[in-house]
């Protein structure tokens, strides 16, 4: 595994690695930016903008309304 330091296709910014309990990098490359970006995107734009966009792809397709869980409440 590479442990070269990744950018954020999406907000530009470094993504960060991953670590165990530790302090050992085991992850360096993110998340998949897709249906965003073709790239790859730090844990806080994956949160905020890969995730939310990839349900909206879900409810389109299927015509299910998916709610957070803290909706239901």
Not at 18 to 25: F, V, Y
């Given at each position: 595994m590479s442990l070269e330091i990744m950018d954020c296709c999406i907000c530009?910014?470094?993504i960060e690695p991953?670590?165990?309990?530790?302090?050992?990098?085991y992850w360096t490359q993110g998340n998949d930016a897709l249906p965003i970006h073709d790239?790859?995107?730090c844990n806080k734009c994956n949160a905020e903008?890969?995730?939310p966009a990839r349900f909206?792809?879900?409810s389109m397709s299927t015509g299910k309304i998916y709610k957070k869980p803290e909706e239901d409440k």
């Open positions: 530009k910014k470094q991953q670590r165990t309990e530790s302090g050992e990098i790239g790859r995107c903008i890969v995730t909206t792809d879900i």
